[in-house]
Structures are given as structure tokens and as C-alpha cells.
């Protein structure tokens, strides 16, 4: 029987590493394939005309964006009742933007709910609820960015953005509700089943999450959440100043929007895409400013590449540790 379970988890690690490998090849090739379409020359050409003084400032605004989300994360796992220090928060964030470089299935989300079942000793269920739950404040804080963005300095502003801005939040908020006023009924109810460790995994998430909506600290990570998501579109204006900075914060937020549900790993392509469109209607080239996104796609996948791995070997234990 052990020797049967051992074979079975095995023959998962194998499956996840070479899923994960695939999905990495795949990003790298879409990367290359947009880098073709493009041309190599106009890639090259953004890159040259950052200067040091715009690279030191984008890095230190995308670094700082992601201390914030790991400062939002801290806040959501207290309102969890799960207790992990602010250092190791930051991490955890950082770390989930790492594993999700060329990664689809929200993969950086399943890597945190292993670090935190493993960092605060709880079993999944309850690792996996603050990591929905700061989905879900990142999400409410990303779209309410478009949205009153799009509302303040958009030309259009009955676009069909806003529409689904606005869809996207009432539908946010119902669920929202949905847990915090059935939370415990259906909690309850999943628990009193036969025993089945899905339905406790899934009891166990619902319990959490409705602790942490009831949490000050739950709508305190949406603040932060907005001011991390503005501070990352900043650090995107400063390397096309030809563009307005709050276009570009649109722009960018916009692009991020379309990664909630990954299309392509990592985003690649879909992410310069929406960035392309928006920029191209205030007199910039949909080629160059496709340049422009993937160039900057590419540096914030370098940046969380450097900082990301080595929190990896910190983070997660090996297997000798378990």
C-alpha cells in the first residue's frame, strides 16, 4: 500500500515538473514567436532608449509594487488567523509572482498555498483560503484602479472597459456577500457530510475566508491593494514618457485585467496585446507600443527571476524536510 502511495506521488512531482517545464517552453516560445512578428529591430529599439536614470526608477517602483502586495498578503493572513511575520509575507507574494513567470493555471497561487501549509503548519484547506482571499482583495483593488481611472482621465468613458469593470465588481461583491452571509451554512453543511477529505478541504476554505471578510483587515488589503496595482502602472509610464502617465497606468491595469483568467503562460502576449490597443489610440504605433509592453514584460519576469528563486530554496522545504 505505502509502496503504491510512494509510486503515485512520484509519478505527480513528474507530472508537475513537466507540466511546469512545458508551460515555461511554451511562454519562451510565444515570447520569441511575438519577438519575430515585431521584429527583433523594434524590440531592440525600446530597450535602447531607456536610460539608466528610467530602468533605476521603473525597478525600484515594480520592486516596491510587490513589497506592497506582500504587505496586502500579511494583512489578509492575520485576518485569517494564520501567523506569519511581514518578511515572510513579502516573500510569499514575490514567490507567487516567481513560480507564475510562464506558468498558467495560477500556478505562483498553488506554489503559496504549499509554502504557507508548510511555513504555518496548517493543512491545505486552510493554507488554500488566504490565498483565494488575497485574490480576491487583489482583484477588487485592480479593477476599482481601471474603473475610477477610466471614469477620471479615459476620453471614453461608456466604453465597453467600463462595463465590464462594472460587471466584474458587482459579481466580486455578490460573492463576497455570498460567503459572508452563508458562509458558515455552507461550511456546515460540507462538513456534515460522510467524512471526505475534498469536502473538509473545501469546508475548511469556506470557514477561513469567512473570518477573513469579516476582518477590517480584509478591506484594509484593498487599499493597499489599489495603491500597489497604481504604483506597478506607474513604474510602466515611466519608461514611455511620450505617453501620458495615467494612460499608461490604465493601459497597463488593463493588460493585468486580461491575465486574471490566463489565456496564454504568464500572460505573454494577451498582457501586450490590450496594452497595444489602448496605447495605440493616443498616437503611438501599435508596433511600438507592443515593443514596449513585451520589453517591459520581460524586465518585471527578470526582476521577480532574481529575487524569486532564491526564496524558493527558503520557502518551500525539500523533501528531506517534510
Not at 37 to 57: H, P, W
Not at 206 to 217: C, D, E, I, Q
Request: glycine content about 8%.
Amino acid at each position: 500500500m505505502s509502496t503504491n502511495s510512494s509510486g503515485n506521488e512520484g509519478f505527480r512531482k513528474r507530472h508537475r515538473k513537466s507540466l511546469t517545464l512545458l508551460l515555461t517552453a511554451i511562454g519562451v516560445l510565444i515570447a520569441l514567436l511575438l519577438i519575430y512578428i515585431i521584429g527583433i529591430e523594434e524590440v531592440v529599439k525600446a530597450f535602447t532608449t531607456y536610460s539608466v536614470r528610467q530602468l533605476v526608477v521603473f525597478i525600484v517602483l515594480y520592486i516596491f509594487s510587490w513589497v506592497l502586495r506582500g504587505l496586502k498578503f500579511y494583512l489578509i493572513l492575520r485576518a485569517s488567523d494564520i501567523r506569519i511575520g511581514v518578511l515572510r509575507s513579502i516573500g510569499l507574494a514575490i514567490l507567487g509572482g516567481f513560480a507564475n513567470i510562464f506558468g498558467m493555471f495560477q500556478i505562483g497561487d498553488v506554489t503559496r498555498v504549499i509554502a504557507v501549509k508548510f511555513q504555518a503548519n496548517k493543512d491545505f484547506g486552510v493554507a488554500t483560503s488566504p490565498i483565494l482571499t488575497d485574490m480576491l482583495s487583489g482583484t477588487y483593488g485592480l479593477i476599482t484602479l481601471v474603473l475610477v481611472f477610466i471614469l477620471l482621465f479615459s476620453p471614453d468613458k461608456a466604453s465597453s472597459w467600463t462595463r465590464l469593470c462594472i460587471l466584474f465588481i458587482i459579481l466580486l461583491a455578490i460573492a463576497t456577500i455570498g460567503v459572508l452571509k452563508y458562509g458558515r451554512q455552507i461550511g456546515d453543511f460540507l462538513s456534515s457530510k460522510k467524512p471526505n477529505r475534498a469536502l473538509m478541504f473545501l469546508a475548511n476554505i469556506v470557514y477561513t475566508m469567512r473570518v477573513a471578510l469579516n476582518s477590517k483587515l480584509f478591506y484594509a488589503s484593498i487599499v493597499i491593494s489599489i495603491i500597489s496595482w497604481l504604483i506597478e502602472g506607474v513604474s510602466f509610464s515611466t519608461l514611455i514618457p511620450m505617453i501620458d502617465w495615467h494612460n499608461a497606468v490604465i493601459a497597463e491595469a488593463l493588460g493585468n485585467m486580461v491575465k486574471i483568467v490566463p489565456v496564454t503562460p504568464g500572460g505573454i502576449g494577451t498582457f501586450e496585446g490590450v496594452v497595444a490597443l489602448y496605447l495605440s489610440k493616443f498616437g503611438i504605433e501599435i508596433s511600438e507600443a507592443f515593443s514596449y509592453a513585451l520589453s517591459y514584460h520581460i524586465m518585471t519576469k527578470v526582476i521577480l527571476a532574481v529575487i524569486g528563486a532564491p526564496l524558493a530554496s527558503i520557502l518551500i522545504p525539500k523533501a528531506s524536510d517534510e
